[in-house]
């Protein structure tokens, strides 16, 4: 893993390296980037796949006290993570957090040739469906976010609607899970990190504004969906994709969010598809 020191604090990526095409790769809340490891080890033959791991709660160093954690904020240190590295004409691709999506909004996407929207945080969902609901109600609370990780610790809990069940149709292996949550497991600087951008979600006006904006993307872009999603609403795929002026849509059967989990040949093969043929659909 390389790392970057950047204004909210130290940032760790996977860069596959080589003069090949730029694909950026996004994980959601409590995870880090090895969500995409299935999607890269298909992709890293034709394109140079760059993974960041996002301070959303799966990140092994904490940011500094006073960074802005928000959403926006977070987005806003995507677009910085770019610059840094000089990524230009990327695809970036966002699965879970829909934070990206305000790149656009506040005329950050300058880097982005191609936006890649896997079942995501969309419109006014956020924090999106039960299990966001049940992390943004345990946030309020006095330790709430270490009882709520703590008692991921017993694996049955993984499975439940509250927590992981819903996240993916088949069960994350619980060595990825560990990893996931490891660092909110011993880090309360970790957890104070989550803890402020689970409550920094702003009201729902401004949500529904970054969706509105996507009017003005001008490039191409794929929205991917998982048909049976239980906390994305497939209905938000399909108006994603008529909200972008060159989008297109690919629903995909048999999986949930975490398409990258549930199904990472088939969306590997729609992203492939997408930027070396300029065709959504998967071969």
Known sequence: MAELDLSAGPVEYEDTGGDKPVVVLLHGVAMDGSLWRNVVASLRSDFRCVVPTLPLGGHRRPMRPDADLSVAGVARLVAEFLDRLDLRDVTLVMNDWGGAQALVSEGRDERVGRLVITSCEAFDNFPPGLPGKNLYASAKLPGGIRLAFTLLKWKPMRRLPVTWGWMSKRPVPHEVMDAWFRPLWTSPEIRRDLRTYVLGVPPAGEL????????QFDRPALVVWA??????????????AELLPKGRLVEIEDSYTLIPEDQPDRLSACIRSFLQAGDASPP
């Open 208 to 215: 529904l504004s970054w969706a509105e904006k996507l009017r």
């Open 227 to 240: 048909a049976e999603d239980r906390v994305m609403p497939p209905e938000h795929g399909r108006r994603l």
